[in-house]
Every structure is written in structure tokens, then in C-alpha cells.
């Protein structure tokens, strides 16, 4: 047979490029899907860090609640316009959150909070490779739960003389209406509440209510230091208006057409409700002996000492008197507390009412107060979601 030669010279070289061909799409894949990989993790912790900013957004907004109190109030009811969470740095300066607090009732508030990592551009909200997580939480107002049974509650002994009157009948303060308080009108309370009805003299004539005097012998101190968990400290602490003892004119005060909410002496304005400070229900709390002498104040009033009340003042809400309280003319006001006064007696001094100094028990004014100084918890079921 006849010998066939073949030439393989150069197929070493044509497996070479082959294999270089092969490895090279391999490294390539390699490195795309490193990069991918790379991509998707950087996405997800920029997504991650963008939840906690908003997440921490949240938190930032209900702690911060007392800081906005006035203007939160006064926010129009959904869908009115809401109010605006500036942009603000997240602790550690990692990002940046902000968005708006909806008023669904004034109980019931939604906070819609968009959180931006660091990479979202510091102006305009533009993103620039960055991402964003957008969170809502409703929250509830959470009042201080002051158990007030009473127009008047009290440990020690009680004097009415003069023209004084504590009902324990519900008033609803003149110009306050139903657009000021969720529920208006309540069951008649006792004018006077006190562990022994033979301590107070003069109360013929001058109490009302069912009944007029309520003998309660649970009354004790806790009786005015503890509110449902919250204790009478705790309640200083978030005071609006930390005073020292002294004499006291309040009334509301405007810095250009605003309440002026940073004067001392600026407790509100029950009067006017329709007025700038007229939604200002502070938390003020007096550490010693106070007197007041015009005009008037609203929200939860804390006294550590003896408060004395001197003419025609007014203040609507909760008041609360560790020691005792003394009260000398009305002129032609028709109440000087509209609400529900606790004085403690701790020294069991005498509870002197006079003049025309009236005490009406009135549920509006009671929960305007609490509603308006509490603080806010979310909802225990389906408070959270993500927005997206």
C-alpha cells in the first residue's frame, strides 16, 4: 500500500489559542458574575441601611413628639395638608431622612418617613446611586391616665365660704364646641372627693354634683403621685415650663402673628380657642409655693408646694397641688378652674375656697389637656408598614 504522510506541524499552537480562548471566557464569566454578585450585596446593604434610616426616622419623630406638640395640634385633619418632617441627618450621619405627619383624628396620627443612605445627594433629595426605603407607622396619643373622680379631689380638710361653688356637674367652657373635644358631655361627677366628709365645713350651698361630697377612703398619696404607671416625677420631667416658686401673670403671648410658645408665662389661651395660642396646652410644673393673679392658663398645671389663686384667673384643664390650694375672690369670672383640681394636702393643710372662686368639673377640658400633652406609642396591631 502506498504510504500516506501527514503533516501536523502548528497544532500545538491552534490547542494553545483554543485553551487561552476557553480560559479567558471562564475568567470573564468569573468576573461577571463577581461583579454581579458585587452589585446585588452593595444594593442590599445600601437598601438595609436606607430601612434602618427610616426605621430610626420613626423612632426619631415619636421621641421627638413633644418638641412639635404645638404644631402637630394644630395640623388639619387628613386630608388637610399634613406637617412636614424636615430632612434631617440619621445618627452617624449615614443618611438622611424626612417626610410628613398625616392627622387622621386627635388621637390617631400617620408617619410617612422616606430614609436615604449616604450616597442620595445632600441637596434637592436627587439619588445618585444611592437607594431609599419609605416606612409609615400610625400611632396613638397616649394620655396620662389622672383618674379624676371629681371637680375637686383632696386629702385634707375642706372650707368653702363666700360665693365659692365646686360642681361636680360637666361643663363644656364657654366657646369651647365639639370641633375642640372628640366627646362632649359625660355623666355628672362628685363636686368634692375626700377620705373623711366630716373635714370639710361651708358645704351647704356651695357644692353640686352626684353626690355632692364622695367619701373614698382608697385616697391616699399615691393618689396623686402615680397615673396609671406614669408618676408624678415623670410628669414634671416632661414639663413645657419648668418655674420656680413665685407669683405668676400668665397669659398667651404672640411673637408676630405665632404663639410665643418660649415665655414662661405663656400657659395658652382657653379663652380664645380660635386664637394663635389657642391649641397651646403646656405641661407646667412649679417646683415650691405659687401664686397666681390674672389671666388665665390651660393643659396640666403641677404645683410642689401651696398654690394661692387671686382674682379673676381661669385655667382650663388638669391641676394638680402637692400641698395645698387656696383660693380668695372671682370677680366676674365664672369659674377659676374649669376641668378637675387634685390638691394633695401632704401637710394636710386646710383647702380654703372663697369669694367667687368656683371649680366646674368639665370633661372637654380634661381631655383637650391630656390629648394635647401626651405622648405617642404605636399601635400594638398592624401600627407598621413598608411604603416602599
Known sequence: MKRVLQDERGMALGVAIFALVVVGALVAGAFFAGTQEQRVGENSRRSEQAFGIADGGLSETITGWSTNRQTLNVTPVYPGTPYTLPNTDSPGATGRYGGSVYKLNNELYLIDVTGRDKMTARTGGVIRGG?????????????????????LTTRGAVKLSGNAFVDGTDHIPAGWTTANCDTIGDSTKAGLRTPDSSDVSGAAGHLAGNPPVKRDPTISDSTFTNFGGVSY?????????????????????LSGAQCNTTNPENWGDGLNRSAPCGSYFPIIHISGDATVNGVQGQ??????????VQGSYEFFGVTIVRGHLKTAGGGATDAHFWGGVMAANVDLELNSLSGNATLNYSKCAIVQALQMTG???????RGWAQLY
Open 299 to 308: 393643659g396640666i398645671l403641677l404645683v410642689d408646694g401651696d398654690l394661692s
Open 131 to 151: 437607594a431609599q426605603q419609605r416606612l409609615g407607622m400610625i400611632v396613638r396619643i397616649r394620655p396620662v391616665q389622672v383618674g379624676i373622680g371629681a371637680a
Open 233 to 253: 416625677a415623670d410628669l414634671a420631667a416632661m414639663a413645657d415650663k419648668q418655674l420656680s416658686g413665685g407669683n405668676y401673670k400668665t397669659q398667651p403671648t
Open 375 to 381: 405622648s405617642t406609642a404605636p399601635l400594638r396591631s
